[in-house]
Structures are given as C-alpha cells and as structure tokens.
C-alpha cells in the first residue's frame, strides 16, 4: 500500500481491517460448527482463548456501526466475497503452492485498480527455493 498516502490509504487500511475481522469471526464461527458436528471439544484455556478472540473480531465490527448504512453493507458484502475468495482458494489449490501461485500470477495480469502496489513475488520465494534444491539434487 505503499503508493497510497494520507487519508485513502487510512481509509483502505481501515477496510482491510474490518474486512479480516469479519472474516476471522465467519472463520472462527466455522470452526465452532464443525468441532460441535464432530462431538469435539477445547480444553478449558483453549475455549477461553478461543471464544476471546471471537468477542474480540465482535468488537472491532461493532466500530463499522459507526459509519454510514452504505459503508456498513459494504464492509458485510466485501468480507463475505473476500472470505468465499479464500476458501476458493484453498480447495482448488489444496496444499500445492504451485498452483496458488498460477492463480496469483493471473490475477497479478489485470490492471490495477486502486494502485495499492501488492505485487510481492518474494512471499513465494520458497516455491523456487525447493525448485532450485530439486535441481541441484537431480
């Protein structure tokens, strides 16, 4: 987010926040559901834990209703699509970082929008890290 300054990049910053705390809370809540359809439960420290941070993504969301109606559907529809993104995600490319990084590297070929400047190749540099040993092995 470098190329943004003062008060758009407070402003996407701000987003980005609430965006992931309602993601983290339908991710926790998630969790919860599928811990109680497998008849499972946290250990004492572990639940406190673990229903604190709930209360505390609750929280943070509670802020967005101090912004207008319009901002708050937003933020609701923006996390839910970006939540849906990343689950996506996650099933189509299981545990291969290979593929993950083809789905990067398309969506890094549309234009920007918003000039936040993401592109970060270096957070897949352990790709070609294990490429590179792979070769020197063979």
Same mark, same amino acid.
């Given at each position: ?29 998630? #969790? ?9 439960? #946290? ?16 929280? #943070? ?26 689950? #996506? ?50």
């Amino acid at each position: 987010m470098s190329n943004l300054k003062g008060r758009n990049a407070l402003v996407m910053s701000t987003n980005i926040c609430y965006m992931l705390a309602d993601m983290m809370e339908m991710s926790l809540l998630d #969790l919860k559901e599928v811990f109680e359809d497998n008849h499972l439960k #946290l250990h004492h420290e572990q639940k406190k834990f673990f229903k604190g941070a709930i209360f505390n993504c609750r929280n #943070l969301i509670k802020q967005v209703s101090h912004t207008p109606v319009l901002t708050q559907e937003s933020f609701g529809n923006d996390s839910d699509m970006m939540h849906t993104m990343m689950l #996506l995600l996650i099933d189509r490319c299981g545990e291969d970082d290979e593929v993950l990084f083809k789905f990067y590297e398309y969506i890094k070929s549309f234009p920007s929008k918003l000039g936040l400047g993401v592109e970060n190749d270096s957070a897949f540099s352990h790709i070609f890290d294990k490429k590179d040993e792979n070769e020197k092995e063979s």
